[in-house]
């Protein structure tokens, strides 16, 4: 019955190597996100897609890749893992570009 | 530029106090604000929003927040703290409009229940 869902929960790879995390939503939602909290618990958006279209790529790097076959999944793609890569990264799902996100359990990454 | 400032990185509370969470946001058009909470491990659960109407918003768990615009804060309560009510609370204010349809949370506020 989970709103959100995310693969792996916990991820532990070294550095230069490439990693993906999914993300699926059973809410029928229209908009999907990547969250990125750092060490410090700081939460900023990295990308969003509406209806599989990219909306919002904040800066991220060329190194992060997202990919959203169809409305209810948007994965998220790593290559050549940086250590400054570590964080926790959440999906989050919304009914329409204006609603309230709601939030995967988050995927914990950690590159040594 | 806009942002959300959460004045109180840590606070403490005795269970069955009340508890008052501060955020202040900077944003030039009416804001839709949020409160979310983080439990230990786990993601983001929403508290509650505000969008438009009533400036005191109800939430879930007993939680309450009231829009202020004059004093351009949006702070978060609730009569009587329970243990489970340990963990991270983010404040965000949403900006939408053309291509810019995101949330900017505020550092978070980690609280402490004690017996």
């Known amino acids: 019955d989970t709103a959100v869902s995310q693969t792996p929960k916990y991820l532990v790879t070294q550095m230069g190597n490439d990693k993906s995390i999914k993300c699926e939503q059973n809410?029928?939602?229209?908009?999907m996100y990547w969250y990125k909290q750092d060490s410090k618990k700081f939460l900023k958006i990295m990308f969003s897609?509406?209806?599989?279209?990219?909306?919002i790529n904040e800066t991220v790097p060329n190194r992060f890749s997202p990919k959203s076959p169809d409305k209810a999944h948007l994965n998220l793609h790593i290559n050549s893992l940086e250590l400054g890569d570590s964080a926790v990264y959440f999906c989050?799902?919304?009914?329409?570009?204006?609603?309230?996100?709601?939030f995967g359990p988050g995927t914990r990454l950690t590159v040594t | 530029a806009q942002s959300v400032t959460q004045p109180d990185i840590h606070i403490t509370v005795s269970e069955g106090a009340s508890l008052e969470l501060r955020c202040n946001y900077s944003?030039?058009?009416?804001?839709?604000l949020f409160w979310y909470v983080q439990s230990p491990g786990q993601g983001l659960q929403l508290l509650l929003k505000?969008?438009?109407?009533?400036?005191l918003v109800q939430g879930i768990k007993g939680f309450e927040a009231e829009f202020k615009r004059s004093q351009s804060s949006f702070n978060l309560r609730k009569p009587s703290v329970h243990w489970s009510d340990a963990a991270e609370y983010f404040c965000?204010?949403?900006?939408?409009?053309?291509?810019?349809?995101?949330?900017?949370f505020g550092t978070g506020t980690l609280l402490a229940v004690q017996p």
């Open positions: 944003y030039g058009a009416t804001p839709y």
């Open positions: 965000a204010v949403g900006l939408y409009g053309g291509a810019t349809n995101k949330l900017i």
């Open positions: 897609y509406n209806n599989k279209e990219l909306i």
């Open positions: 505000y969008f438009s109407g009533d400036t």
């Open positions: 809410l029928g939602h229209d908009t």
């Open positions: 989050a799902s919304s009914q329409s570009e204006q609603g309230s996100p709601y």
